[in-house]
């Protein structure tokens, strides 16, 4: 379940609210018992995503079945979950070649300025 505030999937428990079924995350929560959010959310109904665009998707009629159980019926919060765990997993491989990138320079005896500059070519900063 993703947060009507906030978007996230972190902790999510979903409560009533005059009738209505709110779900939030736990720092969401945290904010309605400390006063900082008040409900009827501003963005009731709709929390901000991002960008909508229109997509066509050609499958194997056994992976539209696979969506469609997975998916409970909204597709689009099962496949913006897909998406973003492989972006995460994209940033953690990127970190973990940069720590090992940083640890060969150490073993090489390269001082910290030169590191420094190691990872802002990785980065492709400007050095
Ligand atoms: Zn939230």
């Known amino acids: 379940m993703e947060c009507m505030n906030c978007g996230s999937t972190n902790d999510t428990t979903d409560l009533?609210?005059?009738?209505?079924k709110v779900i939030l995350c736990v720092d969401?929560?945290?904010?309605l018992a400390t006063g900082k959010l008040k409900l009827p959310l501003k963005t009731m109904g709709r929390p901000f995503l991002g960008i909508t665009k229109k997509v066509s998707l050609?499958?194997?009629?056994?992976l539209w079945e696979h969506l469609e159980v997975k998916s409970?019926?909204?597709?689009?919060?099962?496949?913006?979950?897909?998406v973003n765990r492989d972006f995460q997993e994209m940033i953690r491989d990127?970190?973990?070649?940069?720590?090992y990138a940083i640890l060969g320079?150490?073993?090489?005896?390269y001082s910290s300025e030169q590191i420094e500059l190691l990872v802002k070519a990785i980065n492709g900063e400007r050095i």
């Not at 969401?28 to 904010?31: A, E, G, I, P």
């Not at 990127?94 to 720590?99: Q, R, S």
């Open 72 to 82: 409970y019926n909204n597709r689009s919060v099962y496949l913006r979950s897909l």
């Open 28 to 31: 969401c929560r945290f904010d």
């Open 105 to 109: 320079a150490k073993r090489l005896g």
């Open 16 to 20: 009533l609210s005059n009738n209505e």
């Open 94 to 99: 990127n970190e973990a070649c940069l720590g």
């Open 58 to 62: 050609t499958m194997t009629k056994q």
